[in-house]
């Protein structure tokens, strides 16, 4: 969950029941936290019948791609997808609303973006068992692409790279102070690993912006949402829906040739003209490495905590991604 300074004491609790009840005509009596979703302050709701997932959130930067997600979900529940959270739509037919934390609470943002879906039972489970069925319920949304929706257009580009330059520029001009300086001391110690994978990015970026056909409705982390519940499987956390390349829904698997065996093969059977292409692969491996390197450096500027930063650098699965990107 992103970090903000909302106290959710009982003044805020209770105007949330009230809000979701005036709203929705949702009678909630018991409101649990939900640990699903990164941007989001997720609750799972109780009411005397049913139970219902709301997601508020307070990240300015990510709201319009939150609100803007909602049609797409909606669209594609609409069409017969049964795997993901059906949006509960408020008594005016709206997919969601601002909520506001109560005047007394301290807040960087007072104001959030509240959906409420269906609630979805389950565990959060990611197995190699389960890419079989994840990449055949993947193949169901690529067939039901369209346009028009107001979601990003993945570019090919090494903004990843330079947005995380700037960053260590900004955290170079800070005063300084002992995290500050082991954080940048990590980065010097990796000073020619981070040269070579933000090369390679800007060469793959001008490689693959050749050809931008194959775009489809991508989720970009439906492993690390995949549930299994009641004998069922769901992938859930459409925030970031984008049309991109199959490739964004792929590379974090690509080190394993059965992997990229099976996602072509399930491409195939669901009768998609498309196979996956090492170099967008490959691509996306140094995109997302800068990708969440810069997550963990907006934590860090934002709170001065860089733990995460270590951890990822010297003892992460990314690597094993950035070695088969270097082979292509």
């Given at each position: 969950?992103?970090?903000?300074?909302?106290?959710?004491?009982?003044?805020?609790?209770?105007?949330?029941?009230?809000?979701?009840?005036?709203?929705?005509?949702?009678?909630?009596?018991?409101?649990?936290?939900?640990?699903?979703g990164y941007y989001g302050?997720?609750?799972?709701?109780?009411?005397?019948?049913?139970?219902?997932?709301?997601?508020?959130?307070?990240?300015?930067?990510?709201?319009?791609?939150?609100?803007?997600?909602?049609?797409?979900?909606?669209?594609?529940?609409?069409?017969?997808?049964?795997?993901?959270?059906?949006?509960?739509?408020?008594?005016?037919?709206?997919?969601?609303?601002?909520?506001?934390?109560?005047?007394?609470?301290?807040?960087?943002?007072?104001?959030?973006?509240?959906?409420?879906?269906?609630?979805?039972?389950?565990?959060?489970?990611?197995?190699?068992?389960?890419?079989?069925?994840?990449?055949?319920?993947?193949?169901?949304?690529?067939?039901?692409?369209?346009?028009?929706?107001?979601?990003?257009?993945?570019?090919?580009?090494?903004?990843?790279?330079v947005d995380f330059y700037?960053?260590?520029?900004?955290?170079?001009?800070?005063?300084?102070?002992?995290?500050?300086?082991?954080?940048?001391?990590?980065?010097?110690?990796?000073?020619?690993?981070?040269?070579?994978?933000?090369?390679?990015?800007?060469?793959?970026?001008?490689?693959?912006?050749?050809?931008?056909?194959?775009?489809?409705?991508?989720?970009?982390?439906?492993?690390?949402?995949?549930?299994?519940?009641?004998?069922?499987?769901?992938?859930?956390?459409?925030?970031?829906?984008?049309?991109?390349?199959?490739?964004?829904?792929?590379?974090?698997?690509?080190?394993?040739?059965?992997?990229?065996?099976?996602?072509?093969?399930?491409?195939?059977?669901?009768?998609?003209?498309?196979?996956?292409?090492?170099?967008?692969?490959?691509?996306?491996?140094?995109?997302?490495?800068?990708?969440?390197?810069?997550?963990?450096?907006?934590?860090?500027?934002?709170?001065?905590?860089?733990?995460?930063?270590?951890?990822?650098?010297?003892?992460?699965?990314?690597?094993?991604?950035?070695?088969?990107?270097?082979?292509?």
């Open positions: 969950m992103y970090r903000n300074y909302i106290q959710r004491d009982s003044e805020y609790m209770n105007r949330l029941k009230d809000v979701i009840c005036e709203q929705y005509h949702i009678d909630v009596i018991d409101i649990t936290p939900a640990k699903r302050e997720t609750w799972k709701l109780e009411t005397p019948d049913n139970f219902y997932f709301a997601k508020l959130d307070y990240f300015k930067r990510h709201q319009k791609i939150f609100r803007n997600s909602l049609p797409v979900v909606d669209y594609l529940c609409e069409n017969g997808i049964g795997f993901i959270n059906n949006v509960i739509k408020t008594r005016d037919g709206k997919l969601n609303i601002f909520f506001d934390a109560p005047e007394s609470t301290p807040v960087l943002s007072s104001s959030a973006v509240l959906g409420v879906f269906e609630w979805i039972d389950g565990e959060n489970i990611e197995t190699d068992e389960t890419k079989t069925p994840e990449y055949q319920m993947l193949c169901e949304i690529y067939k039901l692409t369209k346009s028009g929706f107001e979601i990003p257009v993945f570019e090919f580009s090494d903004k990843a790279a700037d960053k260590c520029k900004r955290l170079n001009a800070m005063p300084q102070s002992k995290p500050g300086n082991h954080v940048l001391s990590l980065f010097e110690q990796l000073k020619s690993e981070l040269s070579h994978c933000s090369s390679r990015l800007a060469y793959l970026s001008s490689v693959c912006r050749r050809d931008k056909s194959h775009f489809y409705i991508t989720h970009g982390d439906a492993g690390g949402n995949f549930i299994v519940g009641n004998g069922r499987n769901y992938i859930v956390d459409w925030d970031e829906v984008m049309y991109a390349p199959i490739e964004r829904d792929a590379w974090v698997m690509c080190c394993h040739s059965w992997a990229v065996k099976l996602f072509n093969n399930t491409l195939k059977q669901a009768g998609i003209d498309c196979i996956l292409r090492p170099e967008r692969l490959a691509f996306y491996c140094y995109h997302m490495f800068f990708y969440y390197l810069c997550e963990f450096m907006n934590d860090f500027l934002s709170h001065g905590e860089g733990r995460e930063i270590e951890g990822y650098l010297f003892q992460s699965w990314i690597w094993d991604r950035i070695k088969f990107a270097d082979t292509i």
